[in-house]
């Protein structure tokens, strides 16, 4: 039988000690998400797997908010996060600094998750797009990768969060 852990068993981080752990090799990008639920549910899965950082692009609001606060629990404190008007530009910037980009999105060519090897010792950035038109297609085209996430229902439809949380997962466990 199993017993749930409380809360002061779940040895948390502190900001702090958040804030000076080894991160995981991965950046998260957000392509014009609309809901704030969405992008406080991505702060916190971020904060599950120690993410490097989060960039908000476009549309994508930013903290403070309470409808980012509400589903992010405290997250938009511990990680580190930025705001860039323009995806494609940090796009560009990211590769000359030697980061991968990862688009994921449903599109020809892409390279199946369950398939995606990542390389060691390097540090992708993950592109999630808009809930209704996905990642810009300009971005796509720069990528260095499309990664998309099989599917065999009949919707072939995943919540922006979702999808955060499966990706993010995946590369983890890989790394």
């Not at 600094?97 to 390097?122: C, G």
């Not at 990768?145 to 995946?170: A, C, F, M, R």
Request: aromatic share 6%.
């Amino acid at each position: 039988m199993a017993r749930k852990l409380k809360n002061s068993e779940l040895d948390r981080k502190t900001i702090t000690e958040f804030k000076t752990a080894k991160k995981t090799p991965l950046i998260i990008i957000l392509d014009n998400i609309r809901s704030l639920n969405n992008i406080g549910s991505v702060f916190r899965t971020a904060d599950a797997f120690l993410i490097e950082k989060i960039y908000l692009c476009g549309i994508t609001a930013t903290p403070p908010h309470k409808d980012i606060q509400k589903t992010a629990l405290g997250a938009t404190d511990t990680v580190d996060w930025e705001y860039t008007e323009n995806t494609i530009d940090l796009v560009t910037k990211l590769q000359s600094e030697n980061i991968k980009i990862l688009s994921i999105e449903q599109a020809e060519n892409a390279t199946m998750l369950n398939t995606f090897s990542p390389e060691p010792n390097q540090t992708y950035a993950i592109i999630f797009g808009n809930e209704v038109k996905g990642v810009q297609q300009e971005v796509v085209s720069a990528s260095d990768q499309v990664i998309e996430i099989p599917q065999y229902g009949s919707k072939h439809s995943l919540n922006i969060s979702v999808s955060t949380g499966i990706v993010i997962w995946d590369l983890f466990s890989k790394l």
